[in-house]
């Protein structure tokens, strides 16, 4: 009998692409190794500590024995929480609506393993979040991408979108404000588009993990503004990652219809089960302690302001670099394609890496979300390392 041996991973995982990130973290760690200093520009998280009423509710959770296992959405107190978080933005949502995962990342991949399937298609734009392409092709689902303009600041139109919805189009995921660009949709917009999404039966995703973000006032547009006309077609993922600098702790939540929580909840219940007991305490009280959670939330919106004006002013300031202030978010995007021939690189994965070998300095080739012109730099890195990042990087374009 003749036993199989050689191993085979599955075509799933085979449709899975490396990142063009890859390349960049290699050469960051071999850096590293070698003892180098680098200024990493590349990482999208905040630089705060989590709050300290936060950590210590997270602290009396595992000393009271919080250490069980929950229901699999979430404790019952989270998800009221959460759905009267909602209900203060005006939409009426209970905790039968609501579902708590690990994450941001797990609740959209969550989503798009319940609603998407071969043969679908699904649409969104670029610039786009990383993971977006792989979660759909994981469900077996096709991207479909329609690119936003950079002459309308990347902000996602329905004039962009429409030319790319076809009959097999089942889904649509928006990101707002949006991973790299910043940009956030406007209000008229996004009830455009909604109307159109539903109207062709498109279930929408809507991504607003950096909803407090946004600069000079800039109000957040959100489904929740029209939930009335719109909430059995759409689901809206949220997390405690980026607004209570929690990305370590795991925590984010889905908010929809209620056949989508329930399949949602039951697909998680056969892979992670709940979100870690402890962070979903320490959430609780980001959650319901409203003041101390808005202070700390407004402290860290003034301190991004403060670098992204910097950022951007001295990113426009080198010579063939040009770099639009983000609506929100924490990255600043900017278009280095006209140094691209100078630099001797033909795109910006390895733009970047040569940024990286001979100024020292880590940002995210914009090829990762599906614009090659463009490169990410962080601002969620402290004053001085963004003062000497930009520094070095003015030095290394004029050296080219
Ligand atoms: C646009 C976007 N969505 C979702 C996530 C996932 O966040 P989480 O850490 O909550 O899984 C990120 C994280 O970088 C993001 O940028």
Same mark, same amino acid.
């Not at 770099?323 to 978010?329: L, N, S, V, Y």
């Given at each position: 009998?003749?036993?199989?041996?050689?191993?085979?991973?599955?075509?799933?995982?085979?449709?899975?692409?490396?990142?063009?990130?890859?390349?960049?973290?290699?050469?960051?760690?071999?850096?590293?190794?070698?003892?180098?200093?680098?200024?990493?520009?590349?990482?999208?998280?905040?630089?705060?500590?989590?709050?300290?009423?936060?950590?210590?509710?997270?602290?009396?959770?595992?000393?009271?024995?919080?250490?069980?296992?929950?229901?699999?959405?979430?404790?019952?107190?989270?998800?009221?929480?959460?759905?009267?978080?909602?209900?203060?933005?005006?939409? %009426?949502?209970? #905790?039968?609506? +609501?579902?708590? /995962?690990?994450?941001?990342?797990? &609740?959209?991949?969550?989503?798009?393993?319940? $609603?998407?399937?071969?043969?679908?298609?699904?649409l969104f734009f670029s610039p786009y979040?990383?993971?977006f392409p792989?979660?759909?092709?994981?469900?077996?689902?096709?991207p479909v991408i329609a690119p936003a303009r950079a002459e309308n600041a990347f902000r996602p139109t329905l004039e962009d979108l429409r030319p790319f919805a076809?009959?097999?189009?089942?889904?649509?995921?928006?990101n707002?404000?949006n991973?790299p660009t910043?940009a956030?949709?406007?209000?008229?917009?996004?009830?455009?588009?909604?109307?159109?999404?539903?109207?062709?039966?498109?279930?929408?995703?809507?991504?607003?993990?950096?909803?407090?973000?946004?600069?000079?006032?800039?109000?957040?547009?959100?489904?929740?503004?029209?939930? %009335?006309?719109? #909430?059995?077609? +759409?689901?809206? /993922?949220?997390?405690?990652?980026? &607004?209570?600098?929690?990305?370590?702790?795991? $925590?984010?939540?889905?908010?929809?219809?209620?056949?989508?929580?329930?399949?949602?909840?039951?697909?998680?219940?056969?892979?992670?089960?709940?979100?870690?007991?402890?962070?979903?305490?320490?959430?609780?009280?980001?959650?319901?302690?409203?003041?101390?959670?808005?202070?700390?939330?407004?402290?860290?919106?003034?301190?991004?302001?403060?670098?992204?004006?910097?950022?951007?002013?001295?990113?426009?300031?080198?010579?063939?670099?040009?770099?639009?202030?983000?609506?929100?978010?924490?990255?600043?995007f900017?278009d280095?394609?006209?140094?691209?021939?100078?630099?001797?690189?033909?795109?910006?994965?390895?733009?970047?890496?040569?940024?990286?070998?001979?100024?020292?300095?880590?940002?995210?080739?914009g090829a990762?979300f599906g614009e090659d012109r463009y490169?990410?730099?962080?601002?969620?890195?402290?004053?001085?390392?963004?003062?000497?990042?930009?520094?070095?990087?003015?030095?290394?374009?004029?050296?080219?």
């Open positions: 009998m003749k036993v199989e041996t050689s191993l085979r991973l599955t075509r799933r995982v085979e449709s899975i692409r490396p990142s063009p990130t890859l390349a960049i973290s290699r050469t960051l760690a071999e850096m590293r190794r070698q003892g180098r200093d680098v200024v990493d520009l590349g990482v999208g998280e905040p630089d705060f500590p989590t709050p300290d009423f936060v950590k210590q509710a997270g602290i009396r959770a595992i000393e009271g024995d919080r250490t069980r296992y929950t229901d699999t959405p979430g404790e019952i107190s989270l998800r009221e929480a959460i759905a009267a978080k909602f209900r203060k933005r005006g939409a %009426a949502v209970d #905790s039968s609506r +609501v579902a708590v /995962s690990a994450g941001g990342k797990q &609740t959209l991949f969550n989503a798009c393993q319940v $609603l998407f399937q071969e043969g679908d298609e699904v979040w990383v993971s792989e979660m759909v092709r994981l469900a077996g689902a096709t076809t009959e097999k189009s089942r889904g649509l995921i928006l707002s404000p991973n910043g956030a949709i406007e209000e008229g917009e996004l009830a455009k588009i909604l109307a159109w999404a539903r109207d062709r039966g498109l279930f929408v995703l809507y991504d607003e993990c950096y909803e407090f973000f946004l600069y000079g006032g800039r109000p957040h547009a959100s489904p929740t503004d029209l939930w %009335a006309e719109h #909430s059995e077609h +759409v689901l809206i /993922s949220g997390a405690a990652s980026k &607004t209570y600098a929690m990305t370590g702790w795991r $925590l984010g939540w889905g908010v929809g219809p209620k056949a989508v929580i329930a399949a949602m909840s039951a697909y998680q219940s056969h892979s992670t089960s709940n979100a870690s007991s402890i962070s979903q305490e320490a959430a609780l009280a980001a959650l319901t302690e409203v003041e101390r959670a808005d202070e700390s939330v407004r402290k860290m919106l003034a301190e991004y302001a403060v670098r992204r004006d910097r950022i951007v002013s001295a990113l426009n300031a080198v010579g063939g670099v040009r770099c639009p202030p983000p609506d929100g978010a924490f990255y600043a900017a280095v394609s006209a140094l691209y021939p100078r630099a001797g690189v033909s795109g910006s994965v390895e733009f970047s890496k040569l940024l990286l070998e001979r100024a020292a300095v880590a940002t995210i080739p990762a490169i990410r730099f962080s601002f969620a890195a402290a004053r001085e390392e963004i003062e000497k990042g930009v520094r070095l990087f003015q030095e290394f374009a004029s050296s080219l």
